[in-house]
Structure formats: structure tokens, C-alpha cells
């Protein structure tokens, strides 16, 4: 077989083709002991706020972001019409041209009914290939996206439901460079659903109005992937995403906004297996995707003990000043055992008008983590509030 040596820091470890890995890390950024899948991307936070806010996002305040948050928030946004688009520029620590891009838009159809649409693009950056003769075989752009079409739907005042369909291409090996493997490597394709439900209620805490949230997404349900005609199949990482949000209105001017989010990712816990292969405790992992997510709560080898560590969480909090400016703080934990990211965030947003700035910064724990100092950025745009035919000025509200 011939071996071609990639000169790069970073790619994926499951894929069954001629490369060697250099080193073990997901693009999420989690470790190599992570639950391993496919198209780990699709759980990247793509926007700055979220991104500031230890990737809480779930029963925050709702914007167009909710097409990846939580879908079934589209119809209590507060404009007809919004757009964002963010950029980060993904583990420049490790590779300096890898980057997430990401598109969204929401339209609040009427009173009940919204829809949203989202694009989610990210680049590997370029990759060196050598062959076994150091002999420089070109480069090659690996890349993935993620496009999605969301529709929300209100019953009641309080309570609100979200459906997603997403198109997920994931293109990480050139035909070109895989001369003499025993399969032959292609782009893969999947389609996956969301299931989203809302809620929220107004009420009075502490002599102050106040408004509390709650929301769940589980995410990326769909078929497995592959990347070969008759090769090995990979778990989408199908998610189950879970938050609250209380949002207190201190006067006219101020507002602060706890959050909290939980995350478990619903696919198998590989075994643990002797050196023949045989899983000397565990349960198998080659299962169909509906009998991964439903095992995936009892199926850690390690026991009810692992099955909690598989859990991430994110406290989070938001500052607002005048609707206008928003400073916002939160942190990120996950399991040294499953993946290692530990992490603080912070960030600021401004909106003016129609118009609004968001950015967000990441504080690793660890020594040496690949999502060490990681920026987002995100504009946003609405065109027309609710309650008339033009958005209102922040301070005639």
C-alpha cells in the first residue's frame, strides 16, 4: 500500500484510510479519549454570543442563532427578519488557515409561525502531502458543510415546537492521493433531524419582572456515514441539549440574564476489548443508529459513574446596558476523561439600530489546549421589528 505522510497537526483519526495522524484531536478540540463520530463540527457553537457564553445557548434570549441552539425559539424572535453571520478562525494554535464560517437567517412568518435557514462551512486549511520517498505530492483542502432549513411553530402563549432537516457533506480525502489503497476514499453525505421544544414564562422574582426559559434540541439525527463504498460506517454525533435561562430587568436600563446548559452526546461508549478483539466489559458498539441513542445512557463501561462524565456542562451569564451593550461570561466543562475541554469564555456585543456586533473570546485551562485563545466574531442585521413596519431605535422602546 502506499503511504502518503501528511504534514499537518491535525485531522481525523477514525477515518480507515492511507494517513498518518499525527496527533489525536477532534475538530471540536476535544482529545483523542472523546466518544468518537463523524462530522464532529456539527457540535462546534458557531456564533460569538453563545461563543461568550461558555456555548450555552439553548434557552437564552432567542435570534436567528436559534437554528442551531434550539430551533423551536424562531417564533418568539423579536423582528421580522434576522441575519447573522459569524467567523472564527478555529485552533490557529495548531493550524493557521482551519476556520468556521457560519450563515443564518430567521423570518417570522405571523403570531405562530417562523422559519429559519442556516449554513455552517468549515475548512481544514491546506494540507502538505509527502509520499514514503519525501517526494511532495501537492496539497489538498479538506472541508465540510452543513446546510439546514427549520420551521417553529407556537401553541399558546408560552410554548413553542421546532422541526429541522440538515444536509451534511463531508469532503476529507483526495481521490488523488489515495493511489494503492485497498478501498477507494470518497466525499460522504448524510442527512440528520432536529427535534426542538421552547418554553418561557413571565413572572416576578425578587419585586423585579422577570423571565424564565426553558428549551431542549436533540440534534443531528440521521443516518450513519461513510467515507467508502462498502467500508466502515460512522455515528453522526447526535446530541441532546438541554438549558434554562432566567432573565431578571433590574429598571429601564438594566438586565442580567443566568443561564445554564447540559450536554450528552447520544451515540455508543466504544468497550474496552483484549487484544483479540473480544469486549471484556462494555457493550458493542456497532449497533444501528436507533439503538445507539437509546443505549448510549447505559452502555459506559465504566458504569452509571461514566455514563455522568459523559455530560458537559455551561453556566453562563449576560449583562445588558440599554438593550445596546452586553457583556456576557461562561465556562465550559467536559470530563478529563471524555475529551478534556475545560475551558472559560468571555465577550461584548453592541447594537445600534438594525445593527449589531457581537465577540467572543475562549481562556483554556489546559496547558497547551488546541482551542486556547480562540476568537468568534458575528454581525447581525434585522429588518423590521414585530409590532410595526420598522424597527424601533433602542431608545423608543
Known amino acids: 500500500m502506499k503511504l502518503f505522510y501528511i504534514k499537518a497537526i491535525l485531522f481525523f483519526t477514525f477515518l480507515e484510510i492511507p494517513y498518518l495522524v499525527i496527533a489525536q484531536t477532534n475538530a471540536n478540540g476535544s482529545g483523542g479519549n472523546a466518544i468518537p463520530t463523524a462530522v464532529p463540527f456539527l457540535n462546534i457553537s458557531p456564533d460569538s454570543r453563545s461563543g461568550a457564553m461558555g456555548d450555552a445557548g439553548v434557552a437564552i434570549s432567542p435570534d436567528a442563532n436559534a437554528n442551531f441552539w434550539n430551533p423551536a425559539k424562531l417564533t418568539f424572535i423579536e423582528n421580522n427578519d434576522e441575519f447573522y453571520v459569524s467567523y472564527s478562525p478555529w485552533m490557529r494554535n495548531f493550524v493557521s488557515d482551519m476556520n468556521l464560517s457560519y450563515l443564518s437567517f430567521a423570518h417570522r412568518v405571523d403570531n405562530r409561525n417562523s422559519i429559519g435557514a442556516s449554513l455552517r462551512y468549515f475548512n481544514l486549511g491546506s494540507i502538505q502531502l509527502i509520499d514514503a520517498n519525501q517526494i511532495d505530492q501537492g496539497t489538498y483542502k479538506p472541508s465540510e458543510v452543513a446546510f439546514d432549513v427549520s420551521f417553529s411553530r407556537k401553541f399558546g402563549d408560552n410554548f413553542s415546537l421546532g422541526l429541522t432537516g440538515r444536509y451534511i457533506h463531508s469532503d476529507l480525502s483526495s481521490q488523488s492521493f489515495a493511489t494503492g489503497s485497498t478501498q477507494s476514499t470518497k466525499p460522504a453525505n448524510a442527512f440528520a433531524a432536529d427535534i426542538s421544544l421552547?418554553?418561557?414564562?413571565?413572572?416576578?422574582?425578587?419585586?423585579?419582572?422577570?423571565?424564565?426559559?426553558?428549551?431542549?434540541?436533540?440534534?443531528?439525527?440521521?443516518?450513519?456515514?461513510?467515507?467508502?463504498?462498502?467500508?466502515?460506517?460512522?455515528?453522526?454525533?447526535?446530541?441532546?441539549?438541554?438549558?434554562?435561562?432566567?432573565?431578571?430587568?433590574?429598571?429601564?436600563?438594566?438586565?442580567?440574564?443566568?443561564?445554564?446548559?447540559?450536554?450528552?452526546?447520544?451515540?455508543?461508549?466504544?468497550?474496552?476489548?483484549?487484544?483479540?478483539?473480544?469486549?471484556?466489559?462494555?457493550?458493542?458498539?456497532?449497533?444501528?443508529?436507533?439503538?445507539?441513542?437509546?443505549?448510549?445512557?447505559?452502555?459506559?463501561?465504566?458504569?452509571?459513574?461514566?455514563?455522568?462524565?459523559?455530560?458537559?456542562?455551561?453556566?453562563?451569564?449576560?449583562?445588558?446596558?440599554?438593550?445596546?451593550?452586553?457583556?456576557?461570561?461562561?465556562?465550559?466543562?467536559?470530563?478529563?476523561?471524555?475529551?478534556?475541554?475545560?475551558?472559560?469564555?468571555?465577550?461584548?456585543?453592541?447594537?445600534?439600530?438594525?445593527?449589531?456586533?457581537?465577540?467572543?473570546?475562549?481562556?483554556?485551562?489546559?496547558?497547551?489546549?488546541?482551542?486556547?485563545?480562540?476568537?468568534?466574531?458575528?454581525?447581525?442585521?434585522?429588518?423590521?421589528?414585530?409590532?410595526?413596519?420598522?424597527?424601533?431605535?433602542?431608545?423608543?422602546?
Open 198 to 397: 421552547y418554553y418561557r414564562k413571565e413572572t416576578q422574582q425578587f419585586g423585579v419582572p422577570a423571565l424564565f426559559a426553558f428549551g431542549t434540541n436533540i440534534s443531528n439525527l440521521g443516518s450513519k456515514i461513510s467515507y467508502t463504498d462498502n467500508g466502515p460506517q460512522y455515528f453522526l454525533p447526535a446530541n441532546l441539549k438541554i438549558g434554562a435561562a432566567n432573565t431578571w430587568t433590574l429598571d429601564a436600563l438594566n438586565q442580567i440574564t443566568f443561564a445554564f446548559d447540559i450536554n450528552k452526546l447520544l451515540v455508543p461508549t466504544p468497550p474496552i476489548r483484549d487484544a483479540n478483539g473480544n469486549i471484556i466489559q462494555g457493550k458493542d458498539d456497532n449497533r444501528s443508529v436507533p439503538a445507539g441513542i437509546f443505549g448510549s445512557f447505559t452502555d459506559a463501561p465504566g458504569g452509571f459513574k461514566e455514563e455522568l462524565q459523559e455530560i458537559t456542562f455551561s453556566p453562563a451569564v449576560e449583562y445588558a446596558y440599554n438593550k445596546q451593550l452586553f457583556l456576557r461570561a461562561g465556562y465550559f466543562g467536559e470530563s478529563a476523561n471524555k475529551g478534556n475541554r475545560q475551558y472559560f469564555t468571555m465577550g461584548v456585543g453592541f447594537k445600534y439600530l438594525y445593527y449589531g456586533f457581537d465577540f467572543s473570546y475562549l481562556v483554556a485551562q489546559q496547558k497547551n489546549s488546541p482551542l486556547a485563545n480562540t476568537l468568534r466574531f458575528s454581525l447581525s442585521i434585522n429588518f423590521g421589528s414585530t409590532t410595526g413596519t420598522t424597527a424601533q431605535a433602542p431608545d423608543e422602546e
